[in-house]
């Protein structure tokens, strides 16, 4: 399905790799300007925007504090003009790698301080300023990234699902408060995803982990690709989905509803 995001203002949080970055080359690709934003440095990201004719500018923060997360915002309306529609990308949690597996009971006081930094409380902080840039416009769309594990809590990853979960109620906060003032705000859940640091890092871990996930956890029998998520975070972010705002759209092979 293809978008006609032309003169649209994008901002995208972790567009340094990842589900955000695809996101943030398929808004450019569509001819919106785009604001990516990411702890790690984005510019690649930027250049391979530029080089495929489009317009792009990148930003260095981390969400997790908030004078960064507001001069990231308002710095991207600055650069682009305004604020459309904002994909609240970034996100950290549990992978075998850069933090452990761990029951709550072994859970690692800096681990859950990360996690609750960068996803609820980053979600938290960028959302804030969105909306003061939106609720100035009159208008805007704003996804925000939830996760299959926000719903099913898997366990061993502690600060994740408390997270995730609350990032869904954040969102249908923000849509509720919001929905008279022309701002939509919905979520995109996604499940186990090809292409992802955290099931890179997961894979890499556990050899077998892939496996015992198709044959027992998601209905569909397959991971997802990142795509399948950013074909999601466009129709939310489109007029296609002009009625809808306080929802929280699964994409995750029927994971969040098996029995």
């Keep these: 399905m293809a978008y006609d995001f032309r003169g649209k203002a994008v901002l995208v949080t972790g567009a340094a790799s990842g589900i955000g970055r695809a996101a943030a080359l398929s808004f450019a690709k569509a001819g919106a300007g785009v604001a990516a934003a990411d702890i790690s440095d984005p510019g690649g990201t930027v250049e391979a925007i530029a080089a495929a004719g489009g317009t ?11 004078g960064q997360a507001r001069e990231m915002v308002e710095g991207a309306a600055r650069s682009l ?8 990308c970034a996100g950290i949690g549990p ?9 709550l009971t072994e859970a690692r006081a800096e681990d859950w301080h990360r996690i ?14 969105e909306l003061i840039q939106m609720q100035r416009q009159g208008f805007g769309a704003i996804v925000n990234t939830g996760s299959t594990g926000g719903y099913r809590f898997a366990p061993g990853f502690h600060a994740y699902a408390p997270t995730k ?10 849509a509720n408060e919001n929905a008279r003032a ?10 186990p995803t090809y292409g992802t640091q955290l099931m890179n890092n997961s894979i890499s871990a556990d050899e077998g982990l892939e496996q015992r996930m198709k ?3 998601i209905p569909m029998g397959k991971f997802g690709s990142m795509e399948d998520v950013v074909e999601a975070v466009m129709w939310l972010s489109s007029d296609r989905s002009g009625h809808t705002t306080g929802q929280s759209l699964f994409v995750d092979g029927g994971m969040h509803a098996r029995p």
Excluded: S, W
């Design 215 to 217: 044959d027992a956890v």
């Design 81 to 88: 003009g305004r604020l459309d529609i904002a994909f609240n």
């Design 95 to 103: 992978d075998g790698a850069r933090i452990p597996y761990a029951p």
């Design 116 to 129: 609750v930094g960068v996803n609820l409380n980053g979600c938290f902080f960028c959302l804030k300023y």
């Design 165 to 174: 979960a609350g990032v869904v109620a954040l969102t249908e906060l923000a």
């Design 182 to 191: 022309g701002i939509r705000v919905n979520a995109v859940c996604p499940g």
């Design 56 to 66: 792009a500018v990148a930003f260095v923060c981390d969400v997790a504090d908030e």
